[in-house]
């Protein structure tokens, strides 16, 4: 199933439980967010293996969005790896109940990620290349995968 049918599903059930979709909220930039939480999302950057001074984060649109601000992100097939789980150590994650079972999904199911990611333009692209060099071929993700709750992540741009 597709991210979008999934989406439609999800928003589906979500409805069928009273809530009701409502337009999203801007998607945060970077250059709006306090100086500890910019701090903290160029540590992850870093983390990542970030090569740019100052990236021009740009994330995407929400998949769903909800009243009183309440925005859905699904992951599909590609989220779950080794980059992901590194992403699970920033600190606006360290209180979500959710947080330790997600980053098993992160081990547990990195096989599929590279499968799934082998074909087509899905590995890669310009934008990622400019924020973090050349990538590994298809269906390889270079360096050793990190260690759920490793904490490797560090907060200094």
Not at 69 to 82: G, I
Request: with cysteine; aromatic share 8%.
């Amino acid at each position: 199933m597709r991210t979008g049918a999934r989406a439609a599903v999800l928003a589906d059930l979500l409805e069928q439980g009273g809530l009701r979709q409502s337009a999203a909220p801007e998607v945060p930039q970077l250059s709006a967010l306090p100086a500890d939480l910019v701090t903290d999302v160029l540590g992850v950057y870093r983390a990542l293996g970030g090569v740019l001074d100052s990236p021009k984060l740009r994330p995407g649109a929400w998949d769903l969005a909800f009243e009183n601000d309440l925005v859905v992100e699904l992951d599909e097939e590609l989220h779950f790896n080794r980059y992901r789980l590194l992403t699970l150590d920033a600190p606006w994650y360290s209180d979500q109940a959710w947080a330790p079972e997600y980053r098993e999904l992160c081990v547990d199911h990195e096989e599929e990620c590279l499968s799934a990611g082998k074909w087509g333009q899905r590995w890669t692209n310009d934008s990622c290349i400019a924020m973090f060099g050349p990538g590994s071929p298809p269906g390889v993700l270079d360096g050793p995968a990190p260690l759920a709750g490793s904490s490797v992540l560090s907060t200094t741009p």
